[in-house]
């Protein structure tokens, strides 16, 4: 069952623009400090913000482990467990979002590869805001189960999904020297993204990297300058 939260704008109106936003908890999402600023941000901006409890996470269970527990879950039953949770959500936007309204997808770390993951799941080009963002399941993978396991590596790698990603509005932002998910991913998928489109377009392709000095533990904070020029990056694909 989903659990998931709510942050409505002081003045909602027909076609409200809402952002789906994920980082580990719906709570953490739109309560916790600082990871509740980008949809503090975003409402103030007069923009819905939804989020979403992540799979096997919860505010009683610390979230440091969280994408190993995905993997051990993966490993143990030979199961995905990543698809089912993005149909849930999919389909919850179908019932209670009106699918003329605007809408967007956000996260931080792991947050961003699952608002992703939701993107290409509804095969929905949207404008996509990835707060250094998890690129793949590769380094919390257990290395003797590699190979048993390939398919779900192989799939849930943000690069190899490069052909519809190049087709979403995307703000991506990252540490200069982020260890926990590799500054050096980020900026590949960029390049990756970019070398596709500009086969398509010359100019004016909306995909923006942005780098920043790292911050935090393994270099892997955002600040809020960064969550702020997201949430105000979105409102403007929104046209909020």
Not at 35 to 58: E, M, T, Y
Request: with cysteine; glycine share 4%; charged share 20%.
């Amino acid at each position: 069952m989903l659990n998931h939260s709510i942050l409505q704008p002081s003045r909602i109106h027909d076609s409200q623009p809402t952002v789906v936003f994920f980082t580990t908890t719906a709570k953490e999402a739109l309560e916790t400090p600082p990871l509740c600023h980008p949809a503090i941000f975003l409402n103030a901006k007069n923009i819905r913000v939804v989020s979403f409890d992540l799979p096997l996470h919860s505010d009683e269970i610390s979230s440091f482990d969280g994408v190993k527990r995905w993997t051990m879950e993966m490993v143990e039953k030979n199961s995905d467990l990543i698809a089912p949770f993005l149909k849930e959500v999919s389909s919850w936007i179908d019932q209670h979002l009106d699918p003329k309204a605007p809408l967007g997808f956000m996260g931080i770390s792991r947050g961003a590869f699952i608002a992703a993951f939701l993107a290409l799941e509804r095969n929905t080009p949207v404008p996509l805001v990835l707060f250094s963002p998890l690129q793949d399941l590769d380094n919390s993978w257990p290395r003797d189960e590699a190979q048993l396991s390939f398919p779900f590596l192989d799939f849930y790698r943000l690069s190899n999904h490069a052909t519809f990603f190049k087709d979403c509005p995307i703000y991506l932002s990252i540490g200069n020297h982020d260890e926990r998910v590799s500054t050096t991913k980020s900026v590949s998928l960029v390049q990756k993204l970019l070398h596709l489109k500009t086969q398509e377009q010359k100019r004016n392709i909306p995909i923006e990297l942005h780098v920043f000095p790292s911050i935090g533990m393994y270099g892997h904070g955002t600040p809020d300058r960064i969550f702020e020029e997201g949430a105000k990056w979105m409102s403007e694909q929104l046209k909020t």
